[in-house]
């Protein structure tokens, strides 16, 4: 069975009709609702079209005429339209490779383009209704901060993820050096790739949202407020991301849970955590990878797992032979989910190791990273827990192995062979 797409034939057909409807608010005295009128016909016209389509806003769509039906692509249509900031293909470019600013035409008749039209809507309603300036500018200023932030480099995974983590560079400077930008500058992923570029005023998000946030105090300032602190996250300024939590605190309110505050210990504080690892051998002084800012000192203890009593629950549970498997008591991976997130405080033995380090943070709250070494010996698995001076907390369960076994499905059988960890020499009359 044939599937058709409608939904370019209802946009431009409601499209249609608020062009229609434009007409007749010319004598409406009610100045505020033919406002609103005007911010969702702006919405209608950047529907579809913003954020992972924005190039379509380059064409100028043709309102006299309803465009056929298309052949359907299932789920979600060709006009599938992601959230904010998680464009696929980079924002488009001119003929130049420039990206694609969207200026504010004279008058609807003159636009050229649907993008221009949106402009022209949004500042049709300030006109009509003052009060929404800022909620205008806000949705202006969201749009090219979607397009031209520096998180879109995200979408080009592991590279953003070296200008988050790398502390092993010594030179901060180049085209991708995030903490050096200007607030007129932007490092973005365009149609053609990463591009550093400067961002003419009209279309500087980040002068926008700063216009809104030095505004009288409304809902508005105070999302430009914290639109603004993450934006300096982004570009590892954490001093002016702190500054501007700071101060959305200080203006309006911590918010739900502390959120804010929570930014601000997190940028400012000490804090420290482990990275993921892997099972190590036994006999080499297990290392973990641990994360910091700030901080100059952490400390660190060690505990035993009881793995005899870990097995042995889990036997007792299989053996009860329980309607539904609760995976929860049966994966022994899982073991530090259990004791930090569920309290089984009954599988941690002994402590068997104790000491402490000394940091040197890197400036500017930049993370750095650490290879520890323990003095973890024995085979087993360890609670790890970091207790950063002044700071956090974090914990990590280390497991080490004196014997590994392999497994080869072979036909109607399965061959096991079982060595040494260390030395990967095969064990013998292993049960």
Do not use: C
Request: net charge negative.
């Amino acid at each position: 069975m044939a599937v058709a797409a409608v939904e370019e034939r209802d946009r431009v057909r409601a499209l249609q009709l608020m062009e229609q409807a434009m007409g007749q608010t010319k004598n409406e005295k009610d100045k505020d609702a033919v406002g609103r009128f005007y911010m969702e016909f702006a919405r209608m016209w950047m529907g579809q079209r913003g954020y992972s389509e924005a190039w379509r806003l380059q064409y100028l769509t043709d309102l006299t005429k309803l465009p056929d039906y298309e052949e359907g692509y299932g789920y979600g249509g060709r006009g599938w339209d992601y959230y904010p900031g998680s464009q696929t293909t980079g924002a488009p470019v001119d003929e130049d490779g420039n990206p694609v600013f969207h200026k504010l035409p004279k008058s609807y008749q003159e636009a050229q383009s649907d993008g221009e039209r949106w402009r022209w809507m949004l500042l049709q309603a300030v006109e009509m209704s003052p009060s929404l300036e800022n909620e205008a500018l806000y949705t202006f200023a969201q749009f090219l901060h979607n397009q031209f932030g520096v998180q879109t480099m995200r979408y080009y995974g592991a590279f953003f993820g070296r200008l988050d983590s790398d502390d092993t560079k010594k030179d901060e400077s180049g085209p991708y050096d995030l903490f050096g930008l200007k607030e007129d500058e932007t490092i973005a992923r365009l149609a053609t790739g990463i591009k550093r570029f400067t961002m003419p005023d009209e279309f500087n998000y980040i002068k926008i949202y700063s216009k809104i946030a030095e505004s009288e105090k409304s809902y508005w300032g105070e999302q430009s407020l914290n639109a603004l602190a993450g934006i300096f996250e982004d570009r590892r300024q954490y001093d002016k991301a702190a500054d501007y939590w700071k101060r959305s605190i200080a203006e309006y309110d911590p918010g739900p849970d502390n959120y804010k505050e929570k930014k601000v210990d997190q940028i400012l504080g000490n804090w420290g955590q482990f990275e993921p690892i892997m099972t190590q051998p036994a006999g080499k002084g297990a290392t973990v990878e641990f994360k910091f800012r700030n901080g100059k000192k952490v400390n660190f203890v060690a505990h035993e797992i009881n793995i005899p009593q870990l097995l042995t629950d889990v036997k007792d549970y299989l053996k009860s032979n329980p309607q539904n498997l609760n995976w929860e008591k049966i994966n022994i991976g899982d073991i530090g989910w259990l004791i930090v997130q569920k309290n089984q405080e009954k599988y941690v033995g002994k402590e068997v190791a104790k000491w402490s380090l000394d940091l040197k943070p890197r400036p500017y709250h930049f993370d750095k990273r650490e290879t520890i070494t323990t003095p973890l010996q024995k085979a087993g698995a360890y609670l790890l827990t970091a207790t950063m001076e002044n700071g956090n907390t974090s914990k990590i369960i280390i497991w080490l192995d004196d014997t590994v076994i392999v497994k080869k499905q072979l036909d109607k059988a399965g061959y096991y062979f079982v060595a040494d960890a260390t030395t990967g020499k095969p064990l013998e009359k292993v049960n």
